[in-house]
């Protein structure tokens, strides 16, 4: 099938781009980066994509693209408090605009449960697009979701991390709110299933998991999949901006996106019917299911336990190549570094890095941190490198497992196995940019609970020299 997909870079896109090319269907992109586009490598599909900014009108050149089925899964929630829902609409406007002077038979949309009276102004402007993409005059299918669970998803991640710092949370009234979450996987099943059902034209679904639940039961269900007990007061006297300034700092996620999802917390997003779910036959997870789902695949530690060296994992490569690095609820140092010399020789530096090299700064202090690792149980340095200069997915790397090892694009991603109260991964990727090629290294640190906050911010100091002078060293030959 012939497919069009836009947010391809977003966390359903990402997601959605994997499985349409697991099953063979030739997807073309839109995307405002080409860099952010990840392609997969192991199929048999034809991806392709074309850089495009929705907020300006398509290129006449594109309506002659092959297109049966178009996914719109453009959000600009994180942009801004107010401004987001005229960017939403301008896009919308342009891709009806587009797809109109396409052969495109279906436009799909995955967009916000809206049964209540009074919307905020996030569900308010997901109702507007549909209208926008209706004047499109192609068959529209609507799928109205409420909060969807899984890894990396804004509500999960928020959800989270409030469980893991707070043993008691005195929380804003919206707790109250009662939704019904999805499972992600489930999201992808009814957006698939969905693609030229022509039972499904014309039409307008809510999805949602097989529970109504408040705010708070989701809370609480979620630190007992985690085995965590906490507790969870009311404080009616929460503003909205209050509500808006507690999440941004007990969570880490940034303002705009914490106001717009306080101002949706107040609302009601309830399915109105399960028509799909028995048209499709599908039989969404539980929430708690759900959730072990997404811990699941966030906690790394556990995959990484089940690999070894002498595995060879070149055949998995595919799977490791699609491990997000979440977004939501982590700290992080991210430098980048112009390279004057040759990109390759940076590469080669990069993956011969730990082991009898070194960390090429300061490697005492990485013996240090080894010994003390050991000496709490965990895997120190002892294990080295398997090669001094090739790295496969899999690897052991001094106390970090390798999880992406991709020269042609030139990236390794790096699982930290040391003992931390969290979870850590340190990346290295080489770009293009107009003035030439860079280097970024990025380390992102998820912390578990208040002891991986004080555990990051307490070594915030020698990070800031470490980091900083472990890219000069990579990077200057």
Not at 190 to 199: I, W
Not at 224 to 247: C, D, H, N, Q, T
Not at 449 to 459: C, F, M, Q
Request: a positive charge.
């Amino acid at each position: 099938m012939k497919v069009l997909l836009t947010g391809s870079t977003g966390y359903i896109g990402k997601r959605l781009l994997q499985n349409l090319s697991d099953n063979g269907h030739d997807v073309t992109c839109f995307v405002r980066s080409m860099e952010r586009l990840i392609v997969p490598r192991q199929t048999t599909s034809k991806v392709e994509g074309h850089e495009i900014d929705l907020l300006k009108p398509i290129p006449e050149h594109l309506h002659s693209l092959d297109i049966e089925v178009a996914f719109y899964l453009v959000h600009s929630m994180s942009s801004s408090i107010g401004l987001f829902m005229q960017e939403e609409a301008l896009s919308a406007k342009n891709f009806a605009n587009f797809i109109s002077k396409t052969n495109c038979k279906q436009v799909i949309y995955l967009s916000g449960i809206s049964n209540s009276e009074k919307l905020s102004r996030h569900l308010q402007s997901r109702k507007d697009v549909e209208e926008l993409l209706r004047q499109s005059g192609k068959h529209l299918t609507v799928l109205r979701a409420g909060i969807i669970v899984g890894s990396g998803s804004a509500s999960f991640e928020i959800i989270r991390d409030l469980m893991e710092v707070l043993p008691v949370v005195l929380a804003p009234a919206w707790v109250k709110t009662h939704c019904q979450p999805l499972g992600v996987a489930d999201v992808l099943k009814y957006l698939t299933g969905c693609m030229l059902n022509e039972k499904t034209y014309d039409d307008i679904f809510d999805i949602g998991g097989p529970e109504i639940l408040s705010y708070k039961q989701m809370l609480l269900q979620y630190a007992e999949v985690r085995g965590l007990k906490r507790r969870i007061g009311v404080a009616p006297f929460f503003s909205p901006r209050m509500s808006s300034y507690w999440l941004y700092f007990v969570t880490s996620t940034s303002y705009y996106l914490a106001a717009n999802l306080v101002d949706s917390m107040k609302v009601e997003v309830v399915c109105k019917d399960n028509r799909l779910q028995q048209m499709l036959g599908i039989q969404p997870l539980t929430y708690r299911e759900a959730c072990r789902r997404a811990l699941e695949r966030i906690n790394l530690d556990t995959v990484a336990s089940s690999w070894t060296d002498a595995m060879s994992m070149t055949k998995s490569n595919q799977l490791f190549e699609y491990l997000d690095v979440p977004k939501y609820g982590i700290l992080h140092d991210r430098r980048s570094l112009k390279i004057k010399g040759d990109p390759d020789k940076i590469l080669e530096k990069v993956f011969s890095i730990g082991g009898e090299t070194g960390w090429y700064f300061a490697n005492w202090i990485w013996n240090i941190r080894g010994v003390i690792d050991k000496m709490v149980g965990g895997v120190g340095l002892r294990r080295g490198r398997r090669n001094a200069t090739d790295l496969n997915p899999g690897d052991a790397l001094d106390f970090w497992r390798v999880l992406i090892a991709d020269r042609p694009n030139k990236r390794l991603l790096l699982f930290a196995e040391m003992k931390v109260p969290g979870e850590a991964w340190l990346e290295f990727r080489i770009v293009l940019r107009e003035d030439g090629f860079y280097l970024t290294q990025t380390a992102t640190f998820m912390p578990k609970g208040l002891s991986g906050r004080i555990y990051w911010w307490g070594l915030l100091p020698i990070h800031l020299v470490m980091f900083q002078q472990m890219i000069r060293a990579i990077v200057h030959e």
